[in-house]
C-alpha cells in the first residue's frame, strides 16, 4: 500500500486542484492552479474559457510532479471531479464551440412552446406547473438552440465539465452518472438518461444522441491517452476511474456515508447531504441528486449563496480585518474568528434568513434575504456572526427535511468546505444543531472522495464501504455548549422558522413592484 497512490483532479469555481493520496486518506501532494471564476459580457452571465479549463488541468498536474518526489510509476488510477451545472458545446473533433456557460450564469431563455397537453393536466394536477416551467427557461440548453442556433447545429456532443475533462483525458465521450447535476433529460431515479416518453425531452431541444454515455462511480471509463499523457504528465495507460460532482465527493470523503451521517458543505453553495438507498424527493417532486457511491442518493438541502455571502461580507465590511492580518502575519480567517466572537450566541438578536438568490419552491422564486431585529448595539461584527448563524438555522432547516422525509434521525454531523476551517463557525454550527460536528480529517474533502471511487473501482479496497472506512476518519470534533444551544433552539424555533412565512408576501410585492426577481 505505501507505493500505491491515487490521483484526483478537482476542477472547482476557483482553482484546479491535483491531489495525490494514498489508500489511507492521506493527502501526500498537492498542486492548485487558480482561475478566473468567470467572465460576463453580459449581466447575469458567467462564462469561461472551455479550454481553459483544461490548461489549468495540465498546468497543475505538471506543478504536482514537480512538487513531489513520489513517481509517476506509482499512480494507481485517476479521477475527475468538478463543480456542477457547467455546460460546453463540442463539435466533431472534440473541440469546444462556445465559452462553457457556468453554474453561476442566470440567463434565462423566453417562453418556450407548450409540453404536450397530457403533460400540462399532470403538471397543474400536481402544482408544478410553475417549477417545470422554470426548469425549462433555466436550461442553457433551450438558450443556446434559440440564441445561437448555428452553435447548437455544429453540437455533436453537449456535455458537463467532467465529461469534457475526461474527453480530454481519455477520448471518449463518458462521464459518470454521480455527474449528472444540470438542466439535463436525466432520470434521477434510475440514474441513466431518460426515457424516450419523458416529459424531459420535450422540454429540453436536444437528442439523445448529443449526450456521452454514462458509468457508475467507481467504473474504469477509459485510459490516459499519449497526447493527454503528454500534456499533464500522466503516465500513458493509466486507468480513468469515473468519480462523481464535487459536492457528492465532499459528501463521501467527508465520511458520511450512511443516512444518520449528514454532511454540512460550507461553501460557494452551502449544502446539507445525507446518503441513501432509498429514494427521498426532501422536496415534493424535486428529485435528489446521485450520490458518489454507486446506486445511492444525495438527500440535499442547499443555501445556493451559502458561504458567497460571508465572502461578501468579508469584501463589503472586511477591510480592517483583511489589513490587521497582513500586519500581525495572521490568516484573515482566524482575525474574522475573532470578530465572530466578540458578539455572544444569538447576535444580540440580529437574525438572518439567508436567501440572498431565489428558489424554485422551498423558498419560492419570490424569496429574497432579510436581516431583521438591529438595534443601536449592533456593529461589523453583529452582522458577521449572524450570517454565520442564519446559514447554519438554513441548513438546520434543511436537516429537519430531510428527517421528516426520510424517517431516519440524523445524529452525526461532518462539516467540510472552506468555512469549516473556522473554529467560530464550527461551534455556533454544534450549538445550533446540539450535535457534535466533526471537521473532516482532511480540507481536500472532494478530491478525497474521487480518491475513495478509485480505490474501489480498482479494487485496490474491496468496495465503497470499504475504502470510505479505511480513508476517512473524523478530525476536530466539536460540542454542544449547553448554554448556547438553549438560546439558539428558542432563537431557532420561535422566529427563524416564521421568518420565510412572515415576509413572503413582502417579497413577492417587491418583486411586483421592481421586476426582480423576475416572475414566471
Known amino acids: ?66 512538487s513531489t518526489d513520489i513517481p ?30 457556468t453554474w453561476l450564469d442566470q440567463r434565462r431563455v423566453g417562453k418556450q412552446r407548450p409540453l404536450s397537453w397530457w403533460w400540462r393536466a399532470a403538471f397543474k394536477a400536481a402544482r408544478v406547473e410553475g417549477t417545470i416551467e422554470y426548469f425549462r427557461r433555466e436550461a442553457e440548453i433551450n438558450w443556446i438552440a434559440e440564441q445561437q442556433p448555428d452553435i447548437w447545429a455544429k453540437t455533436y456532443k453537449y456535455v458537463l465539465l467532467s465529461g ?27 440514474h441513466q438518461w431518460a426515457g424516450r416518453r419523458d416529459w424531459k425531452w420535450q422540454a429540453l431541444q436536444v437528442r439523445p444522441d448529443m449526450l456521452p454515455e454514462l458509468a457508475e462511480p467507481g467504473t474504469v471509463i477509459g485510459a490516459i491517452t499519449a497526447s493527454a499523457a503528454a500534456a499533464t ?42 446518503t441513501s438507498k432509498k429514494y427521498v424527493e426532501v422536496t415534493p417532486f424535486i428529485p435528489p441528486y446521485p450520490a458518489a457511491v454507486p446506486g445511492a442518493y444525495s438527500t440535499e438541502v442547499q443555501i445556493f449563496r451559502g458561504y458567497w455571502m460571508v465572502n461578501w461580507f468579508k469584501e463589503q465590511f472586511g477591510h480592517l480585518e483583511k489589513m490587521a492580518g497582513a500586519e500581525q502575519g495572521m490568516a484573515p480567517e482566524a482575525m474574522f474568528d ?15 434568513q439567508p436567501y440572498w438568490s431565489p428558489g424554485i419552491r422551498i423558498p419560492g422564486p419570490e424569496a429574497k434575504g432579510a436581516m431583521i431585529g438591529f438595534g443601536d448595539v449592533h456593529t461589523r461584527a453583529h452582522m458577521y456572526r449572524s450570517i454565520l448563524e442564519g446559514l447554519a438555522y ?15 434521525a440524523v445524529t452525526q454531523l461532518r462539516i467540510a468546505g472552506g468555512g469549516s476551517q473556522s473554529d467560530a463557525a464550527m461551534q455556533l454550527t454544534a450549538d445550533i444543531f446540539g450535535l457534535p460536528a466533526a471537521r473532516a480529517h482532511v480540507y481536500e474533502t472532494s478530491g478525497l472522495g474521487a480518491a475513495i471511487a ?25 460540542y454542544p455548549i449547553p448554554a448556547n444551544q438553549k438560546i439558539y433552539d428558542q432563537l431557532y424555533r420561535c422566529v427563524y422558522l416564521n421568518m420565510y412565512k412572515q415576509l413572503q408576501p413582502l417579497y413577492q410585492q417587491i418583486a411586483d413592484i421592481t421586476g426582480y426577481p423576475e416572475r414566471l
Open 1 to 66: 500500500m505505501a507505493d500505491q497512490y491515487l490521483l484526483s483532479i478537482d476542477n472547482g469555481t476557483q482553482s484546479v486542484r491535483a491531489l495525490l493520496f494514498d489508500l489511507n486518506g492521506n493527502l501526500a501532494a498537492k498542486s492548485q492552479i487558480h482561475l478566473q471564476a468567470y467572465f460576463s459580457e453580459h449581466p447575469g452571465w458567467a462564462e469561461h474559457d472551455a479550454d481553459g479549463y483544461w490548461d489549468a488541468v495540465k498546468a497543475a498536474c505538471q506543478q504536482l510532479w514537480r
Open 72 to 101: 509517476r510509476s506509482a499512480i494507481k488510477g485517476v479521477a475527475v471531479t468538478t463543480q456542477r451545472g457547467t455546460v460546453i458545446n463540442l463539435d466533431r473533433d472534440g473541440n469546444p464551440l462556445r465559452p462553457a456557460i
Open 164 to 190: 469534457f475533462l475526461n474527453y480530454r483525458l481519455c477520448g471518449l465521450h463518458v462521464d459518470s452518472t454521480g455527474s449528472q447535476v444540470a438542466y439535463l433529460p436525466f432520470d434521477y431515479k434510475r
Open 233 to 274: 504528465g500522466i503516465p500513458e495507460g493509466t486507468p480513468l476511474v469515473a468519480a462523481a460532482a464535487d459536492k457528492a465527493c465532499e459528501v463521501i470523503g467527508a465520511g458520511s456515508l450512511e443516512p444518520h451521517i449528514a454532511c454540512l458543505s460550507y461553501g460557494t453553495t452551502a449544502t446539507i447531504n445525507t
Open 338 to 352: 475573532q470578530l465572530v466572537n466578540e458578539v455572544p450566541p444569538g447576535s444580540m438578536g440580529l437574525m438572518l
Open 394 to 408: 438554513a441548513l438546520r432547516e434543511g436537516k429537519e427535511r430531510i428527517e421528516k422525509r426520510s424517517g431516519v
Open 454 to 478: 478509485i480505490a474501489a473501482g480498482l479494487g485496490l479496497h474491496k468496495d465503497f464501504d470499504t475504502a470510505t472506512r479505511a480513508m476517512t476518519r473524523p478530525g476536530r470534533v466539536f
